[in-house]
């Protein structure tokens, strides 16, 4: 997800003019600015944050898949889920940050206490993955949207859309990992370490198209959460429908069993 800074001394003109989504940084606007430096495109919060939503979807999500806490199965399941996020979800927080920053805005990660914890609940109550547990935030000039409103428009689009679109990426060469490996590996014969292949890559695709298809879905402008979906929807709406349809499809193939990724689940994990 991605979000956009007024910067303080601008916010109420914001919001008297837009119902923007809005949350300053401490520091206020620097002006555009090359980001070269690691220390310049990141700080110790942002570690902090992406760190904590990353460890909290792996559990939620290898809770939802395997529903029995601290046994083998989803030791494995929470393990291989964390594999896969660390590639599907930081990337996509990560692609927000760069595409911010090649605009050069600054941009940072910020978790969501309370849709973490909603998140939580929602793995362990309804057996739903709340894909949000925070946002990239990214602070342009707080003049800029009535200067060029129509090209501010199109830059937070493709800003947003840089997430779900690393997503499909990941999901797609994941997919192509999977039936590879199935190609070789007899999962009534095959070793653990296999096997554990076999699950990362049927993850990586099942939870990598799920982001991407909960990312897209066009809601937003209601109180603290506004999904990708509804930025791109705001700015070009084919490219919204082509982004949204082709995981949304591939997602409802893999829950139906038409694609055999988390149908595989039962016969790996019984075999490790």
Known sequence: MVKVNAGRPHRRFYYRKNNWELF???R??????????????FSLLEIRSILVAWLVLAVAFGYVLYPILFSTGFVYVFGAAAIVLGLGFIFHELMHKFAAQRYGYDAEFRVWPFWLVFALIMAFAVGVVFAAPGATYFQPDPREYYMDPKGFTKRYGIISLAGPEINIVFGAAFLGLFYLAKSFINVATASTPGLFALLVFSLG???NFYLAAFNMIPFGNMGSISLDGYKVWRWNRVYWALFFAVPVVITALIFLGYIPVVSQLVPILSRI
């Open 205 to 207: 695709a099942y939870i």
């Open 28 to 41: 206020g606007f620097v002006g555009r600015r090359r980001f070269r430096r690691f220390k310049d495109r």
């Open 24 to 26: 300053p940084f401490t």
